[in-house]
């Protein structure tokens, strides 16, 4: 039986059938869900909504239990403590250096595997964890930096790339830190079985033959030999290198798994190789805006990607993602630094050009949150001849 109660009378044991509020205001995976512990009911409880939907033929039913006179002060609930975020422009300056390491080791272990020499793992561990801790810090810092490439190191950046947002995804699905850190680890080694593949064919300009295109789709079966027998690999980074190219309707490579077939951080990885591929400048193709890249994914979702999980992905990157060059109502652009939680559509931008008057103006923070302007449309980088990486927070 379906009841509306009031969110002050969920308990542990019901079974939520609605939370009576979007998709883009909770970071749950759906709107139905068992209220297993405390910690399910507490973030429940941050939503702010006043009334939601259980089902009693799920779950508990509501016990009405006559209030006490005065109810003792230690059953007043307590508020719940969120880790205060690094200021954006101290983390800044770490995550600019962390980000040329990061590059630097995605072309060293593409150069090793080349030359035959096994994946320096002392190397590539104390990386992954400045990554994980930087973005715990502000993940407003490194992500925007994760999207610029260089034309000619594609390969080595898209799997940095890959490794940020998996960590980003990691954390708005509360998973454990050990299976982000092997989520990460996973995107940077995503693409390992290109390093067998020549450099010609990887950046070919034109259309692929069809035996150059099988190729390609090699490099995952490649991938996993080289993966082979190398220590520290865990299955969640298996699963990622084996399933970033399998799609939900069965239509990927390379063992066409479908649905549940495929797991969960399989799942995650294919998303996140879809958007920073397809946001990404390359060599035989322009980037395409993240907005854009947000809309298709939901499209695709309809036979690609599981919905639930792309909502959530969208929730951890931001409806206008930061490193967005966006342009406002008022006709003044700039780029999006640092994202609003519980308003994606009313980010934080560093205001820098005027588009009606194509100029530039003294440089202001905006927090449209608090303003009456609003994104308008994103732009493109290359369209207004600016550079990205001069106005990012340093």
């Not at 810090?137 to 992500?143: E, F, I, K, S, T």
Request: aromatic share 6%.
């Amino acid at each position: 039986m379906i009841k509306q109660i009031r969110t002050d009378q969920l308990k542990v044991g019901m079974y939520i059938h609605d939370l009576n509020c979007g998709w883009l205001d909770h970071s749950f995976i759906s709107n139905t869900f068992h209220v297993r512990d405390q910690a399910t009911l507490d973030k429940v409880m941050e939503l702010g909504v006043r009334e939601l939907f259980i089902d009693t033929l799920k779950g508990a039913d509501v016990f009405v239990a006559p209030a006490p006179a005065e109810p003792p002060p230690e059953v007043a609930p307590k508020p719940v403590e969120k880790p205060a975020p690094v200021d954006l422009k101290n983390e800044a300056v770490r995550a600019r250096r962390l980000h040329t390491e990061a590059n630097k080791l995605a072309r060293l272990v593409m150069d090793d595997l080349r030359l035959g020499q096994e994946i320096q793992m002392d190397r590539v561990e104390p990386v992954i964890d400045s990554m994980m801790e930087s973005v715990f810090r502000n993940q407003n810092a490194l992500l925007p930096l994760a999207r610029l490439k260089n034309l000619d190191d594609y390969t080595f950046e898209h799997s940095v790339g890959v490794s940020a947002l998996l960590i980003v995804f990691g954390r708005v699905m509360k998973l454990p830190k050990e299976t982000i850190k092997d989520l990460a680890l996973g995107g940077l080694l995503h693409d390992i079985g290109k390093a067998q593949i020549p450099d010609a064919i990887l950046n070919k300009p034109g259309k692929l033959s069809d035996d150059e295109f099988r190729l390609i789709q090699s490099h995952v079966d490649k991938g996993l030999r080289l993966l082979k027998g190398m220590p520290g690999i865990s299955e969640v980074v298996r699963q990622v290198v084996a399933e970033h190219h399998e799609r939900m309707d069965g239509s990927g490579y390379p063992n066409k798994l479908a649905g549940q077939q495929i797991s969960l951080y399989g799942q995650m990885a294919a998303i996140v190789d879809v958007y920073d591929a397809m946001t990404s400048e390359k060599v035989y193709s322009q980037g395409v805006p993240a907005t854009k890249v947000l809309k298709m994914l939901l499209e695709w979702s309809k036979d690609h990607f599981d919905p639930q999980l792309v909502q959530a992905f969208i929730r951890a990157v931001g409806i206008y993602p930061t490193g967005s060059l966006v342009r406002l109502d008022s006709n003044r652009m700039g780029v999006v630094i640092e994202q609003n939680e519980g308003k994606l559509l009313e980010p934080v931008v560093r205001i820098f050009y005027h588009a009606g008057k194509k100029h530039y103006i003294p440089p202001e923070i905006v927090d449209l949150a608090k303003v009456q302007d609003r994104v308008a449309s994103i732009e493109s980088y290359a369209k207004w001849k600016i550079d990205p990486y001069q106005w990012l927070p340093a």
